[in-house]
């Protein structure tokens, strides 16, 4: 059971590029979450999904920023037109039901840098 | 608004001795709370969850209580170890939504 992974651990976009996140969650968990982490700060909620279907996307910005969950892959999260206050830890979460009632399961984090 | 608040930014204790953690929350009503550790460089580890209508939870060395009423869960490391050094997030949770996360406690343990 390899947990929950995420690639790639760091990447360097240049601003006005676009970032693509990718976060395969545990086997069996159905329930993907994105959070965003800048340093010293807790963990923002972005978005909840479930296969091809989001949930809550609340604490997601409304421009540029977009995620799925597609039937076959990863959950990706992207980026649009980076700009440097992007920079940040981004982490991915899943769980194999709905809520947290067994806890989350995290990835390890991408580490988005924008130059 | 909702607020999720952890007691100061970091606490320093001295080994063996039993680290405290705060977790405080206004203008929620969760039906569960969750505390997770994290390093640095890594993703948060789930640790406990405790329920609305339970006062207190035990694993090891841990312990965790729910105070509704004064919407507030304290996290308790007893015998502590300098091993136990790291950040401590507390999460708030509905059945049916996603966790809330607070800003994190960073513990350092002497030795």
Excluded at chain 1, 71 to 91: T, W
Aim: charged share 25%.
């Amino acid at each position: 059971n390899a947990g929950v992974m995420q690639n790639p651990r760091h990447l360097v976009r240049r601003r006005g590029q676009e970032a693509r996140l990718r976060c395969s969650p545990m086997k069996g968990h159905s329930h993907v979450y994105w959070y965003r982490q800048l340093p010293e700060e807790g963990l923002k909620f972005m978005v909840y999904l479930q296969k091809e279907n989001i949930i809550d996307e609340s604490g997601m910005p409304k421009e540029r920023f977009s995620a799925e969950f597609p039937k076959e892959g990863p959950s990706i999260l992207r980026i649009q037109q980076v700009v440097r206050g992007d920079s940040a830890a981004y982490f991915c979460a899943s769980s194999p039901g709905q809520g947290g009632l067994n806890g989350y399961t995290f990835g390890s984090g991408t580490r988005l840098t924008v130059v | 608004s909702q607020k999720i608040e952890q007691n100061s930014e970091a606490l320093n204790i001295q080994e063996g001795k039993t680290a405290t953690l705060t977790c405080n929350y206004t203008n929620y009503s969760p039906a569960y709370l969750q505390w997770y550790r994290q390093d640095p460089g890594r993703g948060p580890v789930f640790l406990l969850l405790i329920r609305e209508n339970e006062k207190e939870k035990r694993k090891e060395r841990l312990k965790v209580t729910f105070d509704t009423t004064l919407k507030q869960s304290l996290f308790h490391i007893t015998a502590s170890q300098p091993a136990d050094s790291a950040t401590y997030l507390c999460a708030l949770g509905y059945n049916n939504n996603d966790m809330r996360f607070g800003a994190g406690t960073r513990l350092t343990v002497k030795p």
